[in-house]
């Protein structure tokens, strides 16, 4: 996955702590908790600055998330025949650049549900890839926890929306829907999916598995519902979207949870 830290799209960027740092914090945590206790200094108020010391530290660990502002473009995104889609420069949910597609729930219920398409070959001639590739990757190693979205339509009733993700071929994909009210018209809304072998809301993996998908993510896919009694409409409503992103949470690192866990061990038994 390529999250270019220089790139004024990616809104959040803090570095984890390196291994190396992190035995070396181990190592003087240890020995100030032994020293004190040797001189009989090893007081409650000492040990829960240690534990709370330890146990911020473990916040510190990178939240990273990548947002596509389409503040400049289309980002090279795709409508659902796989064309450059349309772009707005002003009036997203931020009040910056949007895409938009204008589709009929006719043609949505007789064809594709994608409106929008993230792959990482669009588009010819240098084929650079959507958002110049921040979506690819495997999602299970990086850690992506979570793919959100602001989105909107016109239409006179409201519409549900879901997402697919997929390999660079297409198959296997992954589709996950929103368990909740659908979005209202005219209306920036948030939908967010958890990317989780435990979400319910992933409800297909096409025949495959979570690492299946999510170890080599090429397309992101948008897709808009139709809603009951409209299958027939011929009538053209657009949609818009905002702000994907994604979010990476690593776990914890265990040198951090030993130094915490060493703090709070001493404190019991000073309790004790």
């Known amino acids: 996955m390529n999250l270019n830290t220089s790139d004024q799209r990616l809104k959040k960027h803090t570095v984890s702590i390196s291994n190396d740092v992190l035995k070396k914090l181990q190592r003087s945590v240890n020995k100030k908790i032994n020293n004190l206790r040797a001189q009989g200094k090893l007081t409650k108020a000492s040990l829960s600055i240690i534990c709370l ?33 349309g772009w707005n420069a002003s009036g997203g949910a931020d009040g910056g650049g949007y895409i938009s597609t204008t589709r009929s729930f006719a043609d949505i219920e007789a064809g594709s549900t994608i409106s929008f398409r993230a792959h990482d070959e669009f588009f010819l001639p240098d084929k650079a890839g959507s958002s110049d590739g921040a979506f690819i990757g495997n999602w299970s190693a990086d850690e992506v926890s979570l793919f959100t979205a602001s989105v909107r339509h016109n239409s006179p009733a409201p ?35 958890a990317i989780n072998p435990n979400n319910p809301a ?71």
């Open 53 to 85: 010391f330890a146990l911020n530290l473990i916040e510190v660990k990178a939240v990273t998330t990548f947002t596509e502002t389409f503040d400049n473009d289309n980002a090279n995104w795709g409508d659902v025949n796989s064309n450059p889609i």
């Open 159 to 193: 519409v549900s929306f879901s997402a697919r993700f997929a390999s660079p071929f297409n198959f296997p994909g992954a589709i996950a829907v929103v368990f909740g009210p659908p979005v209202m018209p005219n209306t920036w809304t948030d939908i967010s999916f």
């Open 202 to 272: 992933i409800v297909s993996y096409e025949g495959q598995n979570f690492d299946a998908v999510f170890s080599n993510i090429g397309h992101i896919q948008v897709l808009t519902g139709v809603p009951e009694g409209f299958e027939n409409n011929p009538a053209p409503f657009t949609f818009d979207l905002d702000n994907p992103g994604i979010t990476v949470i690593p776990e914890p690192s265990s040198s951090l949870m030993l130094i915490g866990g060493s703090a709070l061990l001493f404190l019991r038994r000073r309790r004790s």
